[in-house]
Each structure stands twice: as structure tokens, then as C-alpha cells.
């Protein structure tokens, strides 16, 4: 069972799931640093949440340029995305700011 | 864009290469193609930098500690096999990175880093800037009644406070011991706001008339003499025969005025605040208020001290300054000095860098086989250079920690030279950043000078494999790369053998000057008549002979005198000539004087020789013609053609209201002196006598075979007896002044060699690695060489004439440098100019020489090659 997901490659899953497929793409959508978003890419593929391809090379060349890698979301990934998100909406939203109980010097 | 992306790839770990180069480089393509026009330089370094940091991670995941011990292990075993270069290697960064740390660590002390007090930009100097007052050197300008009005009115500060330099008798086993002290008034220790380490700090109430006689000792002399006890709190101790109880003692970080060993309180009498306003002994320090600047301050300062002195009516043109502490402190020449000393060690850094950088190149060379071999039996490419960063880093680590030691070692030996002369040299601490950033620096040649040629050499394999003896062009090519390495180094070396050559030629020089003058034995003290009490010019002339009668009544004082501007200390009291020979000097050829007054022993107290005529007499009085003695600079200028003495000479100045204009008849000639120190021209001087024109501010010189701590109180017990109101200020020998004169220069010599020792000794050890390896590279070519006949001498001359090669080309551009560099340093030069042709030579031969040293011993292993052998091992 791997270990449980940060915030930052929760986004980087969720964004993958979303159908953003491209390392540019997602650092764009998800506005993290590219320094944060590869290694999540790199690791959540590792623990099989993500697969990654290679785009077919005739549209790349019809485009005139080398074929780009793209990520796609697993099964698995799918169930730990949509476990995490649960758990996260379980939670609830504070409305204030509640007061620390005073505590005497010690 | 790609080729970057290739060179960062070699990081991400074999396997994943491949597919790493081709993710990126399709998402530059692409976002190249979609947003060319929009893809900002931002941007684009964003995604570079992302790069990176993937690649870094990628690496990241693949190492274990194991791998890394095992990688460490491996590099420790291989260091040891060569113990010559290991050595040699640590050696060089360990200089590179300690000498620079130190140098830099200095500057920072005297130039960069504030001063050792909270709040230290709030910190001033206050000074009169008054010309009038003639004995006011910079720093001891303000009178207490100044002093008092200008703390009175001003706003801009916190507090202002007033110190006396002074010394004090202090009694201990071995007799008394003369103590550098100050005295100072009660706000003192708030403007520096530093707390006291033990005890209290001297408050207001300890500086009022009558109060219990105090004192604050400096952590310096608490433990010298009192053995850091913190009992001596409370107790009373002698201080110039005053029972003085000790109420604190100062941090070790608290040394203001430098050199300071003790304070006591400075209270004003009555008379001192409204008769002494032309007495100008006084320092005076303030600390601005939070939010005022210091320009605004001086505003209001000229504002109070022309107010100041239009109430006293005493003064036209009174000025102000108010300073940073620091540029009070420091002065000024020696940021020249400092800054060249910057640049030398900068370079002997670069030669510390090259040297390593050509060291480990060579060595990597030497090694191709052991790569190839390697290779072949499986070991990956990234393997190899793994454990060739594991030595790199291994060198750097031990490097640094020597570096670090030699600079811990350094800034002490830099803090105890000459730390009275150099204001603040003595607060080097080892600068952390300046050592972090050399080490940094140092580390990152070794390992990139370690990495790329192992690229390389781990590149060709089976070229590697085939033969241990053929060497490929591109081996030839690194070669040279190596001797450009060690060409540079001798280059930078001969140039700053040159600084130093040039620097004890001028030394030298400086020291070869006859100062005209004997400091030694000759104990001085200033001293200050009150304006009021001494209004009465006769009791100013009347007051010095009883002074000096009581001085001379020591069976161990030689000579005593008073004098108006001590020698070498920037007294500076100038006039254009008015009249010669009762004929007025036209408004452009008033040649200019200095102007000195001393009682008739001044000339034999100082051992300053009599050349014509004679000095003044005790028969020489106010009721007397007034006479003058020029020393030979004035009277060769001023009457060039003829004999000066019989002639009249007359300047523009009264010494007092009322009385008669400085000059007189010349009755004599004395000897010139270097008043202001050895490197400067000696000023034209004329001398008038302390009984014809008494001036009201002295310094009393006496010549004495006693020891400071003995004659300091027998002359202010003599001056105490003569009048007890006369406050007494500035205690210093001769000696002192002279030593001072020279310190710099002294400074500069023993740091700039010490620098072009290193270089020179690093070039060396340069030309010795890269000859050997030639050497070694060669061994078969030579061994053919020697079978076709070529004789022992010719083999020697080929090695030995190699090396001269790189030593003349390095010799050549060195001296190109120093050509190049010489306005820095000719403003440190005294006698002996920047291109010095014997300087240039002395310092080629020995650049040869040493060169030629070094390759000896490969020459020697050449010339002893046995072809029998070489080839058969073929």
C-alpha cells in the first residue's frame, strides 16, 4: 500500500485525471513549480497511479517536432484519487478563527 | 538548449536517460512551436531550472548510503595510493582557501563589517574643524567649554561624550607599568550602549567635581594583570598615585578607543569650561538619534558651533565635522593598501584554483587506462565518474578543513600585527562567508577539472585498452591544456613577486631614510595651558622654564624641551613667507613654511644636528631680538644663493592678539628631519623660540635612559608641581610615533611575500606535476629516442628546455600584468618606481630558476630512461 498522497501530487493526479497529459501542461494548469510537479509525475508513476506513453510519431511530425511524453491516470490511480478526495471533503470548513484556551506560563 | 539538456542528463541515472532527454526536449519543442513568440526568458529559465531539479531528484532516488560509503571507501583507497598528489592537492586548496578567507576576513574587519556596538551606524566622530587652533591634530580637536555648549544645545543625538587620551602608572610586581587610558566624560558608555561584563559602566554621577575616584577596567588588562578575577570588583587600586576604586570591567568586544585598557572619569572644573575654549585635546564621540540622519546632524552641528562661538566671541571661522566612527577611526591610506593586498590574495586564490584544477586534470590523464580496463569489465560510465566525484569531494573536504585551520591560524597571527597601528585590524574574526564562498569556489575547479576529462578519457574505451603507450591527439590536447594551466599560474606568480619585490625595494628605501632625527629614548607628553590663566604670554614663557628646570632635575634626563608640533605625528602649521629682509614677497612667491616653536633643548633632545650658526639660547627673551633657525630645506629655498643666517624672515601670523608677527633674525641652520614619516619631503621648517613666542599648547619631549612607566609620572608630577591646573594628555614615546610611520609598509611587505611565496611555491609544484606527466607520457618516444642515439645531455635539455618554454611564456605575461597593474601599487611605492628594471629582473631569474627546479627531477627520470627496457616492455 503506498504511502499516502501529498497535497502537491494529489493536484499533479487530479490535473492527470482531468485529462491534462503533458509536464508543461499541468505545471501551468496546477500553477506549481515544474521542480515539484516532474518528481510527482516521476513518483506516482512509480507506484502505478500514472502510466505514460509516448504520443504517435506521425502527429508529431506532422507538427515538426519530437513526440511528446504523456501521462494517463490508472485504475488505481483513479481509486487513491478518490479515496484521498473523500477523506479530504470529510472535512469540514472552520467559518472563524477558533481562540487557543489560555494557557498559564510554566 | 539541447546541448544543455544533454550535458544535465548525464545526472539522471542510465536506465531513465533516455527517456528523460526525449520528455524534455519534446516539451521545449512543442512549447517552442505553440508560444514561440510568448515564451518569455523567464519562462524559459523556469522550465530549464525544472529540469534540473527532476534530473536532480531522478539521481536522488538511486542513491543509498551504502553506495555512497562504498563510493567513499573506494576514493579513500585510490587518495592513499598517490600520496604525492593527495597531497599536493589538499595542500593547494587548503592555501587557496585559507589565505583568501584570511585577507578577506581582515578587510571585512577594518572596512565592511560595522563596528563591534549595537546600532553601530548611529555611531560619530565629532570634531572641531577649526584653524586656529594649530595643535588640533584631526582627532583631538575639541576644548571642554566647546564640548559642554555644543552637548548642551544639540539635538540630534542621543548623547555626546568627550574623551582624553591619556596613560597611566599602574604599580605592579615588577615596578610600575605604563597603561594606555582614557579619560571620559559621564555619557561615554551610553553612546556605545554596550553593557559591562562584570560590575557597572562610569554613569554621570562618577564624572562630577568631588566624586569617589573610579575606574573601568578593559577585559584585556583584567586578565593580564589582575587574573581575570572577578573579586577586583570593588577594590581599589593605584593609578598614578590616586587610590581608584574598580567598579567594571568591559567585554572583550569593547575596545574604544582602540587600545584602550582602562577608563576613568573625566569631570570639568569651572575653570576648564569657560577659560579653555582654545584647549583642543578633547575626542568627541555621539550616537545620533534613531531616525536622524547624519547629514541633517551635521546641519544642525555647523548651526550650534557658529552659534557657540559667536557667544564666546572668541573664534571667526569655528567649523564642524561630524563622521562616521569608522572613517574616525581608520583614517584614511589605508583602503589603497588594503584593496592591492584584496587583489594579491584574489590572485593567489586563481593560481590555488589552476594549481588544483591542473592537478587533478594530470591525474585523471594518467589514469585513462585504469578507466578503460574498468569499462571493459563492465563497469558503467557513471560509475567512473561517480567515484571520481567521490575523490574530488573527498580532496575538497580535506582541503577545506586544512583551509579552514590555516585560516583560524591566520586571523590571529593577522589580529596580533601591528594591531596599534591599523585601527580595527585586530577585531579580524574568521568571516564565515568569505570562507564558505573560497571553498565553494576552490572545490568547484577540482571537480570540474576532475569530471570533464574523465568524461572524456571514459569515452574511449577500446583506444584506451589497446595500448598503454599510444596517446591519441585528443590526450596531447589535454596535455597542453595543462601546461596553458601551470603557464598561467607561473604568470600570476611572477607577478606578484614583483608587487613584493617592488614592496621591500621600497621598504628598503624607507627604511634607509635618516629620519634626521633620533626617536629613541624620548618620552613624550601634551600638555595645554588654559587660555585665561595663560592669557599672560610671559607666564606661558615663565610657566616652561619652570617646567623644564623641574624635568631636568632627574639624574637620568638627558634633555628636556617643549616643543609647539611634534615630529611624525601630521602636526601641520603652515604659513606663506610675508617679508624677507624687512622686503614684503609678492602675493605668489610667498614660499611656504612650517612653522614650529620649541624651547632651546629641542634640537639636542632630538639628536637633530646644528649645521651653521646656532640654536636658541636662554638669553634669547621677549626683551631680546627675536631670532629664528631654519633647517636646511627653508634656508636653501629661501635664500639659495648665500649664506641664511644674518638674513630676517617673517611670516603673516600672530601668535596671540596684540603681539608681534612670527620671525626673526636667522641665528642658525639645523639639520632637515622627515617630520611626517620617511616617504614624504621634508617640509621647509622655520623655528622660533618657546621664550619669544609662548605658545599655550605644548608637548613636552624628554630624553631619558628610564622606562616609560618610570618617567610618565616623574614628568606629570613636574608638570603637577609647576601648575596643577594644566591638563596633560597624549602619552607616547618617540619610539611610538616612528613605529607607526612604518607600520603599513611593513604590513603590506610581510603580507604581499607571503603571497608570492605561496604562488610561486604552487606554480612550482604546477611545473613539476605537469613535467613528470609529460615525462611519463613520453616514456617510450624517449626510450626510441635514446636507442637512435640521443645522448643523456640532449634527453635533459628537451625535458628541462620543455619547462623553460611555459616558465618564459608564463615570465612574459606575468611581467605583462604587473605592467598593466602598476597604478595600484605605485601609490604604496616609495623610492623605486612601478617598472623597476632590477625588481623585473630579479624576480625573472628566480621565476626561471624555480621553473627549471621543478622540472629537474622529471628531467633526471628522462635522462635515465633505458630504451632496453621501455621497449621490451612493449
Known amino acids: 500500500m503506498p504511502k499516502s498522497l501529498s497535497v502537491a501530487a494529489l493536484t499533479v493526479l487530479h490535473t492527470v485525471a482531468s485529462g491534462t497529459g503533458h509536464g508543461f501542461d499541468i505545471i501551468d494548469e496546477t500553477g506549481l513549480p515544474g521542480g515539484t510537479v516532474y518528481p510527482a509525475l516521476s513518483r506516482l508513476e512509480r507506484d502505478g497511479f500514472l502510466s505514460s506513453a509516448w504520443e504517435s510519431v506521425e502527429i508529431a511530425r506532422a507538427d515538426g517536432r519530437p513526440p511528446r511524453r504523456y501521462y494517463k491516470v490508472t485504475r488505481t490511480g483513479v481509486t487513491a484519487l478518490n479515496e484521498a478526495l473523500e477523506k479530504l471533503h470529510a472535512l469540514k470548513p472552520i467559518r472563524r478563527a477558533t481562540q487557543a484556551p489560555a494557557r498559564g506560563r510554566d | ?874
Request: aromatic share 6%; proline share 5%.
Open chain 2, 1 to 874: 538548449m539541447s546541448r544543455w539538456l544533454i550535458a544535465v542528463s548525464w545526472l539522471v541515472p542510465a536506465g531513465e536517460r533516455e527517456a528523460w532527454r526525449c520528455e524534455w526536449e519534446a516539451e521545449f519543442a512543442f512549447h517552442a512551436r505553440t508560444h514561440g513568440a510568448v515564451l518569455t526568458r523567464q519562462r524559459a529559465a523556469r522550465h530549464i531550472w525544472a529540469a534540473w531539479q527532476h534530473a536532480c531528484w531522478l539521481r536522488w532516488q538511486t542513491m543509498t548510503v551504502d553506495a555512497i560509503v562504498l563510493d567513499m571507501k573506494h576514493a579513500a583507497r585510490v587518495l592513499s595510493r598517490r600520496p604525492a598528489f593527495t597531497l599536493a592537492a589538499v595542500l593547494t586548496l587548503a592555501l587557496g582557501i585559507g589565505g583568501t578567507s584570511v585577507i578577506v576576513s581582515a578587510m571585512r574587519a577594518v572596512f565592511w563589517r560595522p563596528l563591534p556596538y549595537p546600532s553601530a551606524h548611529e555611531l560619530v566622530m565629532v570634531s572641531s574643524t577649526d584653524k586656529a587652533a594649530p595643535a588640533a591634530a584631526n582627532a583631538n580637536s575639541v576644548s571642554p567649554p566647546d564640548f559642554s555648549d555644543w552637548r548642551a544645545s544639540a539635538t540630534s543625538f542621543v548623547e555626546m561624550a568627550a574623551i582624553r587620551d591619556d596613560g597611566y602608572a599602574l604599580p605592579g610586581g615588577a615596578g610600575a607599568e605604563q597603561i594606555t587610558g582614557n579619560a571620559v566624560t559621564g555619557g561615554f558608555f551610553t553612546v556605545f550602549n554596550v553593557p559591562p561584563a562584570v560590575g557597572r559602566y562610569l554613569t554621570p554621577a562618577d564624572a562630577e567635581l568631588g566624586a569617589r575616584p573610579v575606574v573601568v577596567l578593559s577585559h584585556g588588562l583584567w586578565q593580564r594583570r589582575f587574573g581575570a578575577d572577578r573579586a577586583i570588583v570593588g577594590q581599589t587600586i593605584q593609578l598614578e598615585g590616586v587610590a581608584r576604586e574598580v567598579v567594571g570591567i568591559m567585554p572583550a568586544s569593547f575596545n574604544f578607543p582602540i587600545g584602550a585598557e582602562l577608563w576613568t572619569p573625566l569631570p570639568f572644573t569651572t575653570e576648564d569650561l569657560t577659560t579653555q575654549r582654545g584647549a583642543h585635546y578633547l575626542t568627541v564621540v555621539a550616537r545620533l538619534r534613531a531616525g536622524v540622519s547624519r547629514e541633517s546632524a551635521v546641519s544642525e552641528m555647523t548651526a550650534v558651533a557658529a552659534s557657540v562661538a559667536a557667544n564666546a566671541k572668541s573664534r571667526g571661522d569655528a567649523g564642524v565635522s561630524v563622521a562616521p566612527l569608522r572613517d574616525g577611526v581608520v583614517g584614511d591610506g589605508i583602503a589603497s593598501g588594503m584593496q592591492l593586498m584584496l587583489g594579491a590574495v584574489a590572485l593567489v586564490f586563481l593560481v590555488a584554483c589552476v594549481n588544483v584544477s591542473s592537478l587533478v586534470l594530470g591525474q585523471a590523464l594518467g589514469r585513462r587506462r585504469d578507466f578503460a580496463l574498468r569499462t571493459a569489465i563492465g563497469a558503467s560510465r557513471g560509475r567512473l565518474v561517480r567515484g571520481l566525484l567521490a575523490e574530488s569531494i573527498l580532496l575538497a573536504l580535506a582541503g577545506g578543513l586544512f583551509g579552514v585551520a590555516i585560516a583560524a591560524f591566520g586571523v590571529r597571527v593577522i589580529a596580533a600585527l601591528d594591531a596599534a597601528e591599523i585601527a580595527l585590524l585586530d577585531e579580524t574574526r574568521l568571516d564565515p562567508v568569505a570562507l564558505g564562498v573560497t571553498a565553494l569556489v576552490t572545490m568547484l575547479a577540482a571537480v570540474l577539472f576532475g569530471l570533464v576529462p574523465a568524461l572524456h578519457a571514459s569515452k574511449g574505451v577500446a583506444s584506451g585498452l589497446a595500448s598503454s603507450t599510444a596517446r591519441s591527439t585528443g590526450d596531447r590536447r589535454r596535455t597542453r591544456l595543462r601546461s596553458v594551466l601551470v603557464a598561467v599560474e607561473i604568470a600570476f606568480a611572477a607577478a606578484l613577486l614583483i608587487g613584493a619585490g617592488l614592496l621591500a625595494r621600497s621598504f628598503w628605501s624607507l627604511s634607509k631614510v635618516n629620519l634626521g632625527f633620533e626617536p629613541r629614548g624620548v618620552q613624550t607628553l601634551s600638555i595645554s595651558l588654559p587660555t585665561i590663566a595663560y592669557a599672560d604670554v610671559d607666564r606661558r614663557a615663565a610657566f616652561t622654564d619652570d617646567l623644564l628646570a623641574r624635568l631636568r632635575a632627574r639624574s637620568d634626563v638627558t634633555h628636556a624641551a617643549v616643543v609647539l608640533g611634534v615630529p611624525l605625528t601630521n602636526f601641520s602649521y603652515y604659513f606663506g613667507i610675508l617679508e624677507k629682509d624687512g622686503q614684503r614677497v609678492g602675493a605668489d612667491d610667498r614660499t611656504a613654511v612650517e612653522l614650529r616653536i620649541v624651547s632651546p633643548e629641542f634640537f639636542a633632545t632630538l639628536g637633530i644636528p646644528i649645521l651653521r650658526g646656532r640654536v636658541f639660547a636662554d638669553s634669547d627673551r621677549r626683551s631680546t631680538t627675536a631670532v629664528a633657525v631654519l633647517n636646511s630645506a627653508a634656508a636653501r629655498v629661501l635664500w639659495p644663493d648665500s649664506n641664511a643666517i644674518g638674513h630676517r624672515v617673517l611670516l603673516p601670523t600672530r601668535l596671540w592678539r596684540g603681539g608681534p608677527r612670527a620671525g626673526g633674525e636667522v641665528v642658525g641652520v639645523v639639520g632637515d628631519i622627515h617630520d611626517t614619516g620617511p616617504a614624504r619631503r621634508v617640509r621647509p621648517t622655520v623655528y622660533l623660540a618657546q621664550a619669544q613666542f609662548p605658545s599655550d599648547s605644548l608637548t613636552v619631549l624628554v630624553k631619558s635612559s628610564a622606562a616609560p612607566a618610570e618617567i610618565v609620572p616623574w614628568m606629570r608630577a613636574a608638570v603637577g608641581a609647576a601648575d596643577p591646573g594644566v591638563p596633560m594628555f597624549r602619552v607616547r614615546t618617540m619610539d611610538e610615533f616612528a613605529a607607526r610611520a612604518v607600520a603599513q609598509p611593513r604590513l603590506y611587505l610581510v603580507l604581499l611575500g607571503l603571497f608570492a611565496a605561496t604562488a610561486i611555491t604552487l606554480a612550482a609544484v604546477g611545473i613539476y606535476g605537469v613535467m613528470a606527466q609529460n615525462v611519463g607520457a613520453r616514456t617510450r618516444e624517449i626510450g626510441i629516442r635514446v636507442a637512435l642515439g640521443a645522448t643523456r645531455r640532449e634527453v635533459l635539455s628537451m625535458v628541462i628546455g620543455n619547462a623553460g618554454r611555459m616558465a618564459v611564456i608564463g615570465l612574459l605575461t606575468g611581467v605583462g600584468i604587473a605592467v598593466l597593474v602598476r597604478p595600484a601599487i605605485a601609490t604604496l611605492l616609495f623610492g623605486v618606481e612601478p617598472i623597476d628594471l632590477p625588481t623585473y629582473a630579479v624576480v625573472a631569474v628566480v621565476t626561471l630558476i624555480v621553473a627549471l627546479a621543478a622540472a629537474w627531477l622529471p628531467a633526471r627520470r628522462a635522462a635515465s630512461i633505458n630504451p632496453v627496457v621501455v621497449l621490451k616492455a612493449d
